[in-house]
Nanobody
Framework: QVQLVESGGGLVQAGGSLRLSCAAS????????MAWFRQAAGKEREFVAV????????SYADSVKGRFTISRDNVKNTLFLQMNSLKPEDTAVYYC????????????????WGQGTQVTVSS
């Protein structure tokens, strides 16, 4: 079992930056895949970025590529999402999630979820 707790959300103006954190605890992270998803009001949850914990290999949704960076701190067992050049359409609740196995972008294939943190980008 893996426990995930997000932090770092808030209100920011368009063009600004935020860094989200996700503190992870529980089982060994060997082989784990960690991802960020987001869900805007009235919309389905969508994939943002994913990282393989052991190697640091990453992948991004086209909508955030070049603006967001996913990373992890192996010592502190913490996942990050650095978000730059934020746009109003980035407004959503952001969730970190984990699973064992391969890179996937479908949220229903992730087993572990945090409680979410709100990010609001004003125009």
């Amino acid at each position: 079992q893996v426990q995930l707790v997000e932090s770092g959300g808030g209100l920011v103006q368009a063009g600004g930056s935020l860094r989200l954190s996700c503190a992870a605890s529980g089982r060994s992270f060997s082989g784990i895949i960690m991802a960020w998803f987001r869900q805007a009001a009235g919309k389905e949850r969508e994939f943002v970025a994913v990282i393989r914990w052991s190697s640091g290999t990453t992948s991004y949704a086209d909508s955030v590529k070049g603006r967001f960076t996913i990373s992890r701190d192996n010592v502190k067992n913490t996942l990050f999402l650095q978000m730059n050049s934020l746009k109003p359409e980035d407004t959503a609740v952001y969730y970190c999630a984990g699973r064992m196995g391969s890179f996937v972008s479908a949220s229903n294939l992730y087993d572990y979820w945090g409680q979410g943190t709100q990010v609001t980008v004003s125009s």
